[in-house]
């Protein structure tokens, strides 16, 4: 039976497609021409184009290369009949042709380059700076270099592909490479400026991956300059001297930039690669080469930590050799001396943050160097190890990644089994680095997005079944593990180093232990180690569970101001729930419970001082709500029905107390973890997050003064009071405006009930807002809830409580200027609520005055603020950084909007508010105080609210200045959203901020020009 044309066709399409043909109509006419009559039949010829990464690549660049090759000088036979009896040159050759484009293109413009591709021996297999410096040395000029670098990429590149170096052996190779070009460039550029040559000793010094024997495909090379004047010149000194090494400076500026644009200009003939020296001290802002004693004065004076990393790869490259190692020698020692600084690992931290929120958001998913998982994390992790123990440990001073890693292995620094799978992600993530790159020529780190590279990709990596699929999951399996080992590499060996499970296996010595925690700012390394033993150690479901939880919560509490005291309070929050089989499976199962714990532990004193007086309200921080305010009614509902349990006042008190514990504990952790921005609580403006606060807190002491009442009057008079009796908040209290550390400014009133007389009634008055005002300040080591009524009518020397008719003859006959300002912030806020309704109507006339308070009355309010200022700032404090009285201060804004609100409240019904915020926008929008001028004043308040705030959670206890005690300032400007080692620009914020907003004062409260 004969076949038809059409079934061969199919025939052949089909084997086509099973050696990975994408395109089997162009591949058999392709193969159907005369260039390749001698080769298209052998059997192994088409083995080996289906072998490559893109076989329609390879073959569409073997008959561009053949016809170019003919098109030069009419015979391709050579090449042919290589193909047919050389595998080694064949399999490079349609490697390389299925791999790479650009290489392809650089074949057909130079044909006879693919005899560079002939030689296998065995020197063949790892070259060196010398072999490369031999293949360029007879270069004669820029394009020529060009020319001869692809042409040794070429053989780099046919290794790589072929399998014949892996991938730590190209990045060396490519390595040596750029060394060799680079050297071939400098000396182009003094060929081209002898006298530039001669007045000058030039050394280039390799950085990055240059520096590390680990280059790509396309990157820039990393390089910083040292010059100094020749050796053996005139000697002088003084001037003379110094006119030497400008000279020297000028010629070896203009030798260094000539030999950057050889590299990086783009020709006919392509481009090499940039040459990048913005590591230089100063980055691109200083001068492009300096003398050795100006490196060494920058390093000492100026430098940062990520500097001090990047030098960790410096290596000599090119140029004056010895200058070259006389600048790596006086680096070093400081190199080695940077795990010693303030704040090491939260700097080299924070540098990786950055670079992760740098990329955008499209790209995230695709990097492969710089996202979550990437080559980048790997590096870090790997550099701060090196960093920390290899001031004590020679063996780790390596450059190279790779090296390093098994360097650290080795010493016990890091685990073996951790080590292999970080190193197995690392060459995965490079090699896919490389083959990405390969194929342009193209500096990316992005998986490409169309689905034909992608499977170019993937073949080129050994996958053939499903060659896509195949590479995202791998590529997903090694990227999740850099993730988890990233975040735990650091701290499991601490664990290791105390738990003593497993005998026999290399773990951190002590000292390598202690240097680990003091870099990860553990101030007390020693305590810090007993406290991993007493949690880790054992063979208890607990000790299992806390041995994977604490690695990574050894991470966050790092992040934090004060480590000591996070890992401190961890170990007494699971001692305390420790056989609660809730909690633990809660931090293990909810993640943003154990991080929400992390953050709070480690942020200050008043949030765990109150969990550890409640330790069960963890589970506050896995619930998804858990962290948000609840209403003022519901508050007062629980709080009263938790009095009425109680057998007794103080009893009842202290039941309301508890209450008041768990939501002050709600408020501050849902504060602080919002201020860390963490995923469980959006993150909010600072302006939003403070009304939160201050409504939380006011709601919550609210409804303790309800429950506090509620236990005064059921100690004598059981369910009902010879009198109405009703608690007005002022001044922070009335203004829904209280700080953690507020007392609550408070006025009793009262009201005879029928038949009661008006001295029974405010007898039992008294005795009431008495009884409350002791029962709230029973010892406890709660933070006390002080009751204030110094605000009363004549002070503390007036009644304690006033009926309303008392209070209303008061202010008719009596009441001065203060008083009505005192009351622009009154506000019912617990017991009768109709009474507090009416006292209300009884103070608008005198607080919102028709036609305002007066020229007199506006002149004691000036009197009276310029007296406070005068002597109710404590003694030494300093003015411009005291929070409440000091400049630009709490007060300054208040009175200021204030004396607003007594001019025109009455004819403006929108500044009849008690909150200091909404009175000064509203006073905005009426055009009373100008836009820029309520910013700066609301910017100000705000911010001066935040530190007190500050203040109280990281000390537990109030005050209006910023901490003296390193650690503590540290903590509040953590707080603020300050990083490690920036609490100098917070202070200058802050003063800034508060000399601006004291200037608007001065103009429209003091009326100065």
Same mark, same amino acid.
């Given at each position: 039976?004969?076949?038809?044309?059409?079934?061969?066709?199919?025939?052949?399409?089909?084997?086509?497609?099973?050696?990975?043909?994408?395109?089997?109509?162009?591949?058999?006419?392709?193969?159907?021409?005369?260039?390749?009559?001698?080769?298209?039949?052998?059997?192994?010829?088409?083995?080996?184009?289906?072998?490559?990464?893109?076989?329609?690549?390879?073959?569409?660049?073997?008959?561009?290369?053949?016809?170019?090759?003919?098109?030069?000088?009419?015979?391709?036979?050579?090449?042919?009949?290589?193909?047919?009896?050389?595998?080694?040159?064949?399999?490079?050759?349609?490697?390389?042709?299925?791999?790479?484009?650009?290489?392809?293109?650089?074949?057909?413009?130079?044909?006879?380059?693919? !005899?560079?591709?002939?030689?296998?021996?065995?020197?063949?297999?790892?070259?060196?700076?010398?072999?490369?410096?031999?293949?360029?040395?007879?270069?004669?000029?820029?394009?020529?270099?060009?020319?001869?670098?692809?042409?040794?990429?070429?053989? @780099?590149?046919?290794?790589?592909?072929? *399998?014949?170096?892996?991938?730590?052996?190209?990045?060396?190779?490519?390595?040596?490479?750029?060394?060799?070009?680079?050297?071939?460039?400098?000396?182009?550029?003094?060929?081209?400026?002898?006298?530039?040559?001669?007045?000058?000793?030039?050394?280039?010094?390799?950085?990055?991956?240059?520096?590390?024997?680990?280059?790509?495909?396309?990157?820039?090379?990393?390089?910083?300059?040292?010059? =100094?004047?020749?050796?053996?010149?005139?000697?002088?000194?003084?001037?003379?001297?110094?006119?030497?090494?400008?000279?020297?400076?000028?010629?070896?500026?203009?030798?260094?930039?000539?030999?950057?644009?050889?590299?990086?200009?783009?020709?006919?003939? *392509?481009?090499?690669?940039?040459?990048?020296?913005?590591?230089?001290?100063?980055?691109?802002?200083?001068?492009?080469?300096?003398?050795?004693?100006?490196?060494?004065?920058?390093?000492?004076?100026?430098?940062?930590?990520?500097?001090? $990393?990047?030098?960790?790869?410096?290596?000599?490259?090119?140029?004056?050799?010895?200058?070259?190692?006389?600048?790596?020698?006086?680096?070093?020692?400081?190199?080695? $001396?940077?795990?010693?600084?303030?704040?090491?690992?939260?700097?080299? $931290?924070?540098?990786?943050?950055?670079?992760?929120?740098?990329?955008?958001?499209?790209?995230?998913?695709?990097?492969?160097?710089?996202?979550?998982?990437?080559?980048?994390?790997?590096?870090?992790?790997?550099?701060?190890?090196?960093?920390?123990?290899?001031?004590?440990?020679?063996?780790?001073?390596?450059?190279?990644?790779?090296?390093?890693?098994?360097?650290?292995?080795?010493?016990?620094?890091?685990?073996?089994?951790?080590?292999?799978?970080?190193?197995?992600?690392?060459?995965?993530?490079?090699?896919?680095?490389?083959? @990405?790159?390969?194929?342009?020529?193209?500096?990316?780190?992005?998986?490409?997005?169309?689905?034909?590279?992608?499977?170019?990709?993937?073949?080129?990596?050994?996958?053939?079944?499903?060659?896509?699929?195949?590479?995202?999951?791998?590529?997903?399996?090694?990227?999740?593990?850099?993730?988890?080992?990233?975040?735990?590499?650091?701290?499991?060996?601490?664990?290791?180093?105390?738990?003593?499970?497993?005998?026999?296996?290399?773990?951190?010595?002590?000292?390598?232990?202690?240097?680990?925690?003091?870099?990860?700012?553990?101030?007390?390394?020693?305590?810090?180690?007993?406290?991993?033993?007493?949690?880790?150690?054992?063979?208890?479901?607990?000790?299992?569970?806390?041995?994977?939880?604490?690695?990574?919560?050894?991470?966050?509490?790092?992040?934090?101001?004060?480590?000591?005291?996070?890992?401190?309070?961890?170990?007494?929050?699971?001692?305390?729930?420790?056989?609660?089989?809730?909690?633990?499976?809660?931090?293990?199962?909810?993640?943003?419970?154990?991080?929400?714990?992390?953050?709070?532990?480690?942020?200050?004193?008043?949030?765990?001082?109150?969990?550890?007086?409640?330790?069960?309200?963890?589970?506050?921080?896995?619930?998804?709500?858990?962290?948000?305010?609840?209403?003022?009614?519901?508050?007062?509902?629980?709080?009263?029905?938790?009095?009425?349990?109680?057998?007794?006042?103080?009893?009842?008190?202290?039941?309301?107390?508890?209450?008041?514990?768990? !939501?002050?504990?709600?408020?501050?952790?849902?504060?602080? @973890?919002?201020?860390?921005?963490? =995923?469980?609580?959006?993150?909010?403006?600072?302006?939003?997050?403070?009304?939160?606060?201050?409504?939380?807190?006011?709601?919550?002491?609210?409804?303790?003064?309800?429950?506090?009442?509620?236990?005064?009057?059921?100690? $004598?008079?059981?369910?009902?009071?010879?009198?109405?009796?009703?608690?007005?908040?002022?001044?922070?209290?009335?203004?829904?405006?209280?700080?953690?550390?507020?007392?609550?400014?408070?006025?009793?009133?009262?009201?005879?009930?029928?038949?009661?007389? =008006?001295? !029974?009634?405010?007898?039992?008055?008294?005795?009431?807002?008495?009884?409350?005002?002791?029962?709230?300040?029973?010892?406890?080591?709660?933070?006390?809830?002080?009751?204030?009524?110094?605000?009363?009518?004549?002070?503390?020397?007036?009644?304690?409580?006033?009926?309303?008719?008392?209070?209303?003859?008061?202010?008719?006959?009596?009441?001065?200027?203060?008083?009505?300002?005192?009351?622009?912030?009154?506000?019912?806020?617990?017991?009768?609520?109709?009474?507090?309704?009416?006292?209300?109507?009884? @103070?608008?006339?005198?607080?919102?005055?028709?036609?305002?308070?007066?020229?007199?009355?506006?002149?004691?309010?000036?009197?009276?603020?310029?007296?406070?200022?005068?002597?109710?700032?404590?003694? *030494?404090?300093?003015?411009?950084?005291?929070?409440?009285?000091?400049?630009?201060?709490?007060?300054?804004? =208040?009175?200021?909007?204030?004396?607003?609100?007594?001019?025109?409240?009455?004819?403006?019904?929108?500044?009849?508010?008690?909150?200091?915020?909404?009175?000064?926008?509203?006073?905005?929008?009426?055009?009373?105080?100008?836009?820029?001028?309520?910013?700066?004043?609301?910017?100000?308040?705000?911010?001066?609210?935040?530190?007190?705030?500050?203040?109280?959670?990281?000390?537990?206890?109030?005050?209006?200045?910023?901490?003296?005690?390193?650690?503590?300032?540290?903590?509040?400007?953590?707080?603020?959203?300050?990083?490690?080692?920036?609490?100098?620009?917070?202070?200058?914020?802050?003063?800034?901020?508060?000399?601006?907003?004291?200037?608007?004062?001065?103009?429209?409260?003091?009326?100065?020009?």
């Amino acid at each position: 039976m004969s076949v038809t044309p059409e079934g061969r066709r199919g025939s052949r399409y089909g084997r086509l497609l099973r050696h990975g043909f994408t395109d089997p109509e162009s591949a058999t006419r392709l193969l159907d021409a005369a260039t390749l009559a001698t080769v298209r039949d052998d059997a192994l010829f088409l083995d080996a184009l289906g072998a490559t990464a893109d076989p329609d690549l390879a073959l569409v660049g073997l008959v561009r290369l053949i016809e170019a090759l003919e098109a030069v000088d009419k015979d391709a036979q050579p090449l042919l009949d290589t193909l047919l009896r050389a595998k080694p040159l064949r399999d490079r050759l349609l490697g390389v042709l299925g791999s790479s484009d650009a290489l392809g293109d650089h074949l057909a413009a130079h044909p006879h380059d693919w !005899e560079a591709l002939v030689t296998y021996e065995s020197a063949d297999l790892n070259p060196g700076i010398a072999e490369f410096e031999t293949a360029l040395r007879d270069v004669g000029g820029p394009d020529a270099l060009r020319v001869a670098y692809r042409r040794a990429l070429l053989s @780099i590149a046919a290794r790589d592909v072929c *399998g014949t170096s892996d991938v730590a052996q190209t990045a060396a190779e490519l390595a040596d490479l750029a060394t060799a070009t680079l050297r071939r460039a400098l000396a182009l550029a003094e060929a081209a400026a002898p006298e530039d040559a001669a007045a000058c000793r030039l050394a280039v010094v390799a950085m990055g991956k240059a520096g590390g024997h680990e280059l790509n495909y396309v990157s820039d090379v990393d390089v910083i300059f040292v010059a =100094e004047p020749p050796a053996g010149g005139a000697g002088g000194r003084g001037a003379d001297a110094a006119e030497d090494g400008e000279q020297a400076l000028k010629a070896a500026t203009r030798l260094a930039a000539h030999m950057m644009r050889i590299c990086s200009d783009t020709t006919a003939e *392509g481009t090499i690669w940039p040459v990048d020296a913005n590591l230089r001290p100063e980055g691109r802002n200083g001068p492009l080469v300096r003398t050795l004693s100006s490196h060494l004065a920058y390093y000492q004076r100026w430098a940062k930590t990520w500097e001090f $990393q990047a030098l960790l790869k410096a290596r000599p490259m090119a140029g004056d050799a010895q200058l070259g190692y006389e600048y790596v020698d006086a680096v070093t020692p400081m190199v080695w $001396q940077a795990a010693e600084r303030d704040n090491f690992v939260t700097d080299v $931290q924070q540098m990786r943050r950055r670079v992760v929120a740098s990329i955008p958001a499209a790209q995230l998913d695709r990097e492969l160097k710089l996202g979550p998982g990437g080559l980048r994390d790997v590096e870090f992790a790997v550099q701060l190890l090196q960093l920390v123990h290899g001031r004590s440990d020679t063996a780790l001073r390596s450059p190279t990644t790779l090296e390093a890693l098994d360097a650290l292995a080795a010493g016990g620094y890091v685990g073996r089994q951790d080590a292999a799978a970080l190193d197995a992600a690392y060459r995965f993530l490079r090699t896919m680095e490389h083959r @990405i790159q390969l194929h342009q020529l193209r500096r990316t780190h992005l998986m490409p997005e169309s689905e034909a590279d992608q499977r170019r990709l993937g073949r080129s990596l050994g996958y053939r079944s499903e060659p896509v699929t195949e590479l995202h999951k791998a590529w997903r399996r090694h990227a999740a593990a850099v993730r988890r080992l990233h975040e735990k590499l650091f701290y499991r060996p601490l664990l290791d180093a105390v738990a003593q499970l497993e005998a026999g296996h290399e773990r951190l010595s002590p000292q390598a232990a202690r240097q680990r925690l003091e870099a990860l700012g553990y101030a007390d390394p020693a305590a810090a180690l007993r406290h991993l033993e007493a949690l880790a150690s054992g063979v208890t479901r607990k000790a299992a569970i806390q041995r994977t939880l604490l690695p990574v919560l050894l991470g966050w509490f790092a992040d934090s101001a004060d480590p000591d005291a996070g890992l401190l309070g961890f170990r007494k929050v699971s001692d305390a729930l420790g056989k609660s089989p809730w909690y633990l499976r809660l931090l293990r199962d909810e993640g943003a419970a154990a991080e929400n714990l992390a953050r709070v532990l480690s942020a200050g004193r008043f949030a765990p001082d109150l969990l550890l007086r409640a330790p069960e309200a963890v589970a506050l921080l896995g619930d998804e709500h858990g962290l948000r305010p609840r209403s003022r009614v519901a508050l007062t509902q629980e709080t009263l029905a938790a009095v009425g349990r109680a057998e007794g006042a103080e009893a009842a008190v202290a039941a309301a107390r508890g209450v008041r514990r768990r !939501e002050l504990f709600r408020t501050a952790a849902g504060d602080l @973890i919002g201020a860390y921005g963490t =995923e469980d609580v959006a993150q909010q403006e600072p302006a939003e997050a403070l009304d939160r606060v201050g409504d939380a807190l006011t709601d919550l002491n609210a409804a303790t003064l309800a429950g506090a009442l509620r236990a005064a009057v059921r100690q $004598q008079w059981g369910d009902e009071l010879p009198t109405r009796f009703a608690v007005i908040g002022v001044g922070r209290f009335g203004g829904h405006e209280m700080g953690y550390g507020s007392d609550a400014d408070v006025l009793f009133v009262h009201e005879p009930r029928d038949g009661v007389s =008006e001295h !029974e009634a405010g007898k039992a008055a008294f005795a009431v807002a008495t009884e409350m005002r002791r029962l709230l300040q029973l010892p406890t080591s709660d933070p006390p809830l002080l009751i204030d009524a110094d605000l009363r009518p004549e002070g503390k020397s007036g009644a304690l409580a006033r009926s309303l008719s008392s209070y209303a003859a008061y202010y008719d006959r009596w009441s001065v200027v203060w008083e009505s300002q005192a009351l622009l912030r009154a506000e019912f806020v617990a017991g009768d609520a109709g009474l507090g309704e009416r006292f209300v109507e009884l @103070i608008d006339p005198l607080r919102y005055p028709r036609g305002g308070p007066g020229e007199d009355a506006e002149r004691e309010i000036r009197r009276l603020k310029a007296r406070m200022e005068g002597e109710r700032l404590p003694r *030494g404090a300093d003015p411009t950084t005291h929070a409440k009285l000091g400049r630009g201060g709490l007060t300054d804004v =208040e009175w200021t909007v204030q004396l607003t609100q007594l001019r025109h409240a009455a004819e403006l019904p929108a500044l009849r508010t008690t909150r200091t915020r909404v009175a000064l926008a509203a006073a905005r929008e009426a055009g009373l105080i100008d836009a820029d001028d309520a910013e700066v004043l609301d910017e100000a308040w705000v911010l001066a609210s935040r530190v007190r705030n500050a203040v109280m959670l990281v000390r537990g206890r109030p005050g209006d200045t910023f901490p003296s005690e390193s650690r503590e300032l540290g903590a509040v400007g953590r707080y603020l959203g300050y990083e490690p080692g920036h609490v100098g620009e917070m202070l200058d914020d802050y003063r800034r901020v508060t000399r601006r907003a004291r200037a608007v004062v001065d103009r429209l409260f003091y009326d100065a020009e």
